[in-house]
């Protein structure tokens, strides 16, 4: 027996390696196909998931040799200014020949190609929005001297989405206009065949593609997957049914097969799924007992070409994120069972959903508020300082006029580029309420629905100030972040009344949980408040194992945590009698402690609303 | 374009924007809902269904027809009776990009012409643009509030006065605003809310059928614009017809006493702050009976058309389970019957 084991390991190993290899090749031939689509019909557009790295160096590297030499590739970077965008003055070039110097538009200068949007999470609102205009009208409009023209911008879109957080996607108005939401994370392109396709194939089939027809059938099938997956919009069917002919034109068939369909359903419709079909299998049995392992695997149809089954991903997503309207889930409910049983077979975790957008250092520099001085800038994205500007440009007069070429026409200002000055305001700082609230059955059962009553009295609080909420609930084993910072009470509302209660108190986790959505809140320029509703008895450790005194000791680091970051909080006594445990967890936080018992939901939220925010300079130096 | 007799289902978005074509001085059409509902696409083309306009030759497109109402410019034509040119454009469809700054929105220093001829200069912004047209605002709940404030107060007085870099400008700016969002994403502010003046929930078509035909429809646009567009050119210039004939209907429709009556009743009712709710009511009923043909206001448009004006004036618990829009039809429903 004892020799045996090794080699079995051994064995395991192997084949667990060459597995990976197998996925990565796999996952690497699934991207080129996308691109070759995306190359076949740009206007499908291309989220391409992906860190800057040799990977994503080769796939870019396949689409500029897919792309014939006539098809024009731009690259657009991320804090582009909306001169650069549409066309308008170059001011610098201006300033400096005294002439009005006009630069063209990079969005016109790609008609008829392909703009690549690097770093595309961070692209402003402002950029997101002019480039979703132009897909969606294929023009744009220019004004010049009064005059109007439309000029022609037939461009597709490569959106590469660097995001690594969960909450760091691109803006969503872009992504719901593109088709092809692929990551390149786990793919391999080492040793792959290139997939036999280069530009010629591409323009031919180009060409083709204007004779394929999506048949009836496979517009149905596309629009029940849609709505199988909770996908709400439209668009993405269109681009699924986009997608589809496109791979059909690519294989040279007049209308998309079961496999072109198979192929969009995808790379479209799957990553933006909301929710999971139920499956023909689950109907039955397995559903009521989420803990038996065993059944989890029978569930799962054997599927060769699955590349990562995650049984569990899936369905707390959509725990999490409850179905949006129930008609979406019955009417899923009464889907044709075979194609269930293949959107079962391609299950994976969804991309990141999109996100707001992050505009990074532009969004923090405010355009209204207070004025606090000026700076240098492009008067174009900021108020200009007239007068600064004019003090600014002054004492150069002389010396500029004697650099001048002679002969050149006199000016009565010689102004530089340099010399704008435009107004710095400081904007009202916004601010987050992180609710985290305890669960578990040991003392919230009894008074969760108490804790819901407060939460929710706030969250009206909140809605009134404008305030960002957060919530992230811990129970059984570990912390589940409910909703992410919103502004949104519909949404609040919702997973607050979805809530479940019962089992152990993971503090810890929750705590953590918590402290991460309110780092990455500050991180954004926002001042965030933890508010701990708990009764302070964790029982369950970080690793998720029971045991009162490791919990115990585990969330009181978490604490301690929440203090050295800096972040305000709160924490509420959830329990019958105020509790040693919710003090001393408080204590270790530096956080206000008010026992709901004596604090009715009125001073619940002038709590919050007086509690100290965090982020201000003196309390981040706090050690 | 798409063609607007061509949008499938949607029948409140549509009935909300062709009011607002009849009577723009309803106050701005909101429409809020999931993305990918055809929202701006029923915007631009309900603005191609109209008939061109005839236009000044000044740098904001007047109606020539009426100076008094034009710019500075037409206005001293006008005076000293010098003849215009007239031209003849599209109703304009302006659309406002998120992140747009308020110089761009009312306009600002002609910085070019600073530069090259040292001359001060006032270059026209967005409002400008949408006059006698249509300013079109997608996700307007992300618009900072001074901006959807600026615009309201804009689309209410139909006049922009811009004061700042030594300018000091006035120019009419009345177009029909629209602004559109997805409430998932935020709220907008209760005191803005308000000032709109028809608000419609537009969802996507939760069955299946419509979906497919909603597809199947754009497919075929986008397939051959040119073709599908005159597939529709009948239906379409039904409505152009139908919105026509309604302007010239507007005025001679009467309002009873009996009507204005209920819309107060109903108002009271569902306790809407102010009058303007009233006021919109009795607006859009009077456009609806004009749509339809009828020369009196009655009843039926003042139900047909009460979720749209006054659901988004009730004053609510921010969370209150039951939807405006619920509420209105339950009281429309008790004061139909008592």
Redesign the interface.
């Known amino acids: 027996m004892a020799p045996l084991r090794p080699a079995a390991a051994n064995d395991s190993a192997l084949s667990a390696r060459s597995e990976t290899a197998t996925a990565g090749a796999a996952l690497w031939r699934e991207a080129l196909s996308a691109i070759a689509v995306f190359a076949v019909d740009p206007r499908i557009g291309l989220r391409l998931a992906a860190r800057a790295g040799p990977v994503r160096a080769a796939a870019l590297q396949v689409l500029h040799a897919l792309l014939s030499d006539d098809i024009p590739v731009r690259k657009m970077p991320a804090g582009i200014s909306e001169a650069a965008l549409l066309g308008g003055l170059d001011l610098a070039a201006s300033l400096h020949t005294g002439q009005p110097v006009l630069e063209n538009g990079l969005i016109a200068d790609t008609d008829g190609g392909v703009l690549v949007a690097a770093m595309a999470e961070r692209m402003t609102q402002e950029a997101a929005g002019l480039v979703s205009l132009a897909l969606d009208r294929r023009h744009i409009s220019i004004e010049r001297d009064g005059v109007s023209r439309e000029i022609p911008a037939r461009i597709g879109l490569v959106a590469l989405d660097e995001g690594m957080e969960p909450d760091e996607a691109p803006p969503e108005n872009l992504c719901e206009r593109l088709g092809l939401w692929i990551s390149l994370e786990g793919a391999d392109p080492r040793g792959a065949a290139d997939g036999g396709l280069d530009a010629e194939a591409i323009a031919s089939a180009r060409n083709f593609l204007a004779s394929v027809r999506p048949n009836d059938g496979t517009i149905e099938t596309i629009c029940q997957a849609a709505m199988a997956f909770g996908i709400v919009s439209l668009r993405a069917p269109h681009l699924a049914i986009r997608t589809a002919c496109a791979a059909a034109a690519l294989g040279g068939r007049l209308s998309p097969s079961s496999g072109d369909v198979e192929t969009a359903i995808r790379m479209v419709l799957l990553p933006r799924a909301v929710t999971m079909p139920p499956m023909p299998e689950a109907q039955d049995d397995a559903h009521d007992e989420p803990d038996d392992d065993g059944d989890h695997d029978d569930e799962q149809p054997s599927s060769p070409d699955d590349p990562a089954p995650e049984p569990e991903a899936p369905r707390d997503d959509s725990e999490i994120q409850p179905s949006q309207d129930m008609t979406v889930e019955t009417a899923a409910a009464s889907l044709p069972a075979d194609l269930l049983a293949s959107l079962a077979a391609m299950m994976r975790p969804p991309l990141a959903r999109a996100g707001a957008g992050r505009s990074g250092s532009f969004a923090k520099r405010a355009r209204r508020g207070r004025v606090v001085g000026t700076r240098q800038g492009d008067p174009r994205r900021d108020r200009l300082d007239l007068l600064a500007t004019l003090r600014t440009a002054a004492p150069w007069q002389a010396i500029r006029r004697a650099e001048r070429a002679p002969g050149a026409p006199p000016r009565l200002l010689e102004m530089r580029m340099s010399d704008i000055r435009v107004r710095r305001h400081r904007g009202k700082a916004e601010t987050a309420t992180i609710f985290c609230v305890d669960a578990s059955g040991s003392a919230a059962l009894a008074r969760l629905a108490e804790a819901k009553g407060a939460v929710e009295r706030i969250l009206a609080e909140c809605y009134v100030r404008r305030d960002r909420v957060a919530l992230v609930a811990f129970r059984g084993t570990r912390a589940d972040v409910l909703l992410t910072e919103t502004k949104s009470l519909t949404r609040a509302k919702r997973s607050l009344a979805a809530l479940p209660a019962g089992g152990g108190t993971p503090l810890a986790s929750g705590i953590l949980a918590a402290l991460d959505l309110a780092r990455s809140s500050a991180k954004e320029g926002r001042t965030p408040l933890m508010a701990l509703l708990t009764d302070g008895r964790a029982n369950i450790g970080r690793d998720g194992a029971a045991g009162r005194p490791q919990a115990m000791a585990n969330a009181k680091e978490a604490a301690r945590a929440v203090r050295a970051c800096g972040i305000a909080a709160l924490v509420i006594d959830l329990s019958q009698r105020p509790s040693a445990e919710a003090r001393q967890i408080a204590a270790d936080m530096g956080a206000t402690y008010l026992a709901l018992p004596r604090a009715d939901s009125r001073a619940l939220s002038e709590a919050v609303a007086a509690a100290p925010r965090g982020g201000d300079a003196a309390r981040t130096r706090r050690p | 374009m798409f063609p607007f007799a061509a949008i499938v289902g949607q029948d409140q978005m549509k009935l909300a924007l062709s009011i607002a074509a009849v009577d723009p001085s309803i106050g701005g059409v909101l429409v809020f809902g999931?993305?990918?509902?055809?929202k701006?696409t029923a915007v631009r083309a309900l603005a191609a269904v109209l008939p061109d306009i005839e236009t000044a030759d000044c740098?904001y497109h007047c109606d020539p027809a009426r100076p008094d109402e034009g710019c500075e410019l037409c206005r001293s034509r006008a005076e000293s009776q010098i003849p215009q040119k007239t031209e003849a454009m599209r109703v304009p469809v302006v659309?406002l990009?998120?992140?747009?700054?308020?110089?761009?929105i009312a306009g600002s220093?002609d910085?070019?012409r600073a530069?090259?001829a040292?001359e001060k200069r006032f270059e026209p912004g967005l409002l400008a643009?949408a006059h006698r047209g249509f300013l079109y605002i997608?996700?307007i709940n992300?618009l900072?509030d001074?901006l959807v404030d600026l615009l309201l107060d804009v689309a209410a007085s139909g006049e922009n006065v811009v004061e700042r870099?030594?300018l000091s400008v006035r120019h009419p700016a009345r177009f029909v605003l629209i602004g559109s969002g997805n409430?998932?994403?935020?709220?907008l502010?209760p005191q803005l809310l308000d000032r709109f003046g028809l608000s419609v929930e537009v969802r996507?078509p939760?069955?299946?059928a419509t979906?497919?035909q909603?597809?199947?429809r754009?497919?075929a646009f986008e397939?051959d614009p040119a073709g599908f567009a005159a597939e529709y050119e009948a239906a379409n210039a039904e409505v152009r017809d139908a919105i026509l004939a309604a302007r010239r209907r507007l005025r001679g429709v009467a309002v009873p006493d009996a009507t204005l009556e209920k819309a107060a009743q109903l108002s009271i009712r569902l306790g809407t702050d102010g009058l303007r709710g009233e006021l919109t009511l009795m607006r859009a009923a009077r456009a609806l009976a004009a749509l339809s043909g009828d020369a009196v206001v009655g009843w039926s448009h003042l139900a047909a058309l009460a979720p749209l004006a006054l659901s988004h004036r009730l004053r609510r618990?921010?969370?209150d389970e039951a939807g405006s829009t619920t509420r209105v039809e339950r009281a429309v429903g008790e004061l139909a019957a008592a």
Not at chain 2, 34 to 38: A, S
Not at chain 2, 97 to 104: K, V
Not at chain 2, 183 to 187: L, Q, V
């Open positions: 999931d993305r990918g509902t055809g701006s740098p659309d990009p998120l992140g747009a700054t308020e110089d761009r220093l910085l070019e530069l090259s040292g643009k997608d996700e992300l900072e001074h870099e030594g409430p998932e994403e935020g709220e502010r996507t939760q069955d299946l979906r497919i909603v597809v199947k754009r497919d397939r618990d921010p969370l």
